[in-house]
């Protein structure tokens, strides 16, 4: 509508108990509680649209989505306040704005950052529910880099994409790095991959490639092979959707993106 203007909120949520960003009937989404909280503010009938949708239990540090409202935000900061006073506290929003109408949350995005956490001790953590434990034996971070490095460039993905509906497997990966880390008595391990776009459920089934290979101290080079074989069946299984986290959508040059992840 001629009168409607166009918004972006950048918002986290913590996944554990959504089903979901996508909005799905008789199930609590992201999505579905934004939506929501924006027409009882509003009193308006609000869609939003987001850069991407990620599964059950996976959270967000930093998502993204648009919305058209006819609605008039004289003060964005008081706006901010009241919405997050309705979203529930696994929600929170930390910045709403005007963007062109020729902006798309989705078809605008440059890039994206996953981060996959992996708690790489012997014992547990009462914590574990926020990452993935791995206690079979330390993990190498050298190999893991290694395999990691075959992914680099543009590829076809199929081999790690679960079954969809949708016929692009062609991704294209800026970074794709392990680094080690301790926090307190725990040592962790946070694989972070950077890339235009991700198929359903590919981050995760890269990981469960990593943890097959290490597990069974295979050849490095068995990811390229399965990378190449563009084969489902060829690859592991997907990993625990829990230790999954969005840290980032980009809009900008990835390149200055990465170089600030660096410093």
Do not use: W
Request: net charge positive.
């Amino acid at each position: 509508m001629p009168n409607q203007k166009r918004y972006i909120i950048c918002f986290e949520f913590f996944g554990l108990s959504f089903f979901g960003s996508q909005k799905q009937k008789d199930k609590r989404t992201v999505q579905g509680e934004i939506e929501k909280a924006l027409c009882t503010l509003t009193k308006d009938k609000i869609s939003i649209f987001l850069s991407g949708r990620t599964d059950a239990k996976v959270s967000a540090r930093f998502q993204c989505a648009h919305f058209d409202s006819s609605f008039r935000i004289d003060n964005f900061n008081k706006f901010l306040y009241s919405l997050n006073a309705i979203l529930p506290p696994d929600i929170r929003i930390f910045e709403i704005k005007e963007v062109s109408k020729n902006f798309h949350a989705q078809k605008s995005a440059q890039y994206k950052h996953y981060r996959y956490s992996i708690l790489n001790d012997s014992v547990a953590s009462v914590f574990s529910d926020c990452y993935l434990f791995y206690p079979y034996h330390k993990l190498n971070v050298e190999r893991i880099n290694k395999s990691l490095s075959y992914l680099l460039g543009y590829h076809d993905f199929s081999a790690f994409k679960s079954k969809s509906t949708n016929p692009y497997n062609d991704c294209r990966i800026y970074l794709a790095r392990a680094l080690e880390k301790k926090v307190n008595r725990s040592n962790f391990i946070f694989i972070d991959i950077i890339g235009n776009r991700f198929l359903y459920n590919m981050v995760r089934t890269i990981i469960g490639q990593i943890l097959l290979i290490e597990r069974n101290n295979l050849c490095c080079s068995t990811m390229k092979k399965v990378l190449d074989s563009k084969n489902r069946a060829q690859a592991a299984d997907v990993q625990e959707a829990k230790a999954l986290c969005l840290q980032y959508v980009g809009y900008d040059d990835v390149n200055l993106y990465i170089q600030k992840l660096n410093s």
